[in-house]
T-cell receptor, first 115, second 109 residues
């Protein structure tokens, strides 16, 4: 079975530009999570969805960040406008049923560099 | 706020040695605790998940224990191999996933 698929794997862009990260969860999984990983702060949960509905977005750092899940097989994380401090690796993960009680399966991440 | 600490931050051992990685957390009201492995440039691979009602889980050469009352978990790796070299992270769930900073393990041939 295909795992969680993220695209692009790497993104380099200049500050002020809009950045869109994409995620395809494992088929049948009903929970989707977005995380950010930096050297300074480690792994942080940004937002998670259940059945395509955002449940908790308290980890989203600023209004410049937004996430959507238009259907069960696709989610986006958008940063507009981007800033150098947004540089990080962004991970998407999915799980099946009962959210926090089941193992989360991670994608390989998107390494984002804002110049 | 839940805080998760992993000790040591880095560990280097010769091949074949048994080793223990430690994870501690401040709030014992958790659903479960999960151990992950992260290889450079890759995502996280789930190794073991221990529900709050469980004391330990085993998978192959890996054994994870959980002591909720003391806020501790250990990951035991038996007969370590160079292929075990990676960063190991623990994460605790109580409606919010909190990760430790990880232990970077190097197993030398």
């Amino acid at each position: 079975d295909a795992g969680v698929i993220q695209s692009p794997r790497h993104e380099v862009t200049e500050m002020g530009q809009e950045v869109t990260l994409r995620c395809k969860p494992i088929s049948g999984h009903d929970y989707l999570f977005w995380y950010r990983q930096t050297m300074m702060r480690g792994l942080e949960l940004l937002i998670y969805f259940n059945n395509n509905v955002p449940i908790d977005d308290s980890g989203m750092p600023e209004d410049r960040f937004s996430a959507k899940m238009p259907n069960a097989s696709f989610s986006t994380l958008k940063i507009q406008p981007s800033e150098p401090r947004d540089s990080a690796v962004y991970f998407c993960a999915s799980s099946l049923g009962q959210g926090w009680r089941q193992p989360q399966h991670f994608g390989d991440g998107t390494r984002l560099s804002i110049l | 706020k839940q805080e998760v600490t992993q000790i040591p931050a880095a560990l280097s051992v010769p091949e074949g040695e048994n080793l223990v990685l430690n994870c501690s957390f401040t709030d014992s009201a958790i659903y479960n605790l999960q151990w992950f492995r992260q290889d450079p440039g890759k995502g996280l691979t789930s190794l073991l998940l221990i529900q709050s009602s469980q004391r330990e889980q085993t998978s192959g050469r890996l054994n994870a224990s959980l002591d909720k009352s003391s806020g501790r978990s250990t990951l035991y790796i038996a007969a370590s191999q160079p292929g075990d070299s990676a960063t190991y992270l623990c994460a605790v769930n109580n409606n919010d996933m909190r990760f430790g900073a990880g232990t970077r393990l190097t197993v030398k041939p």
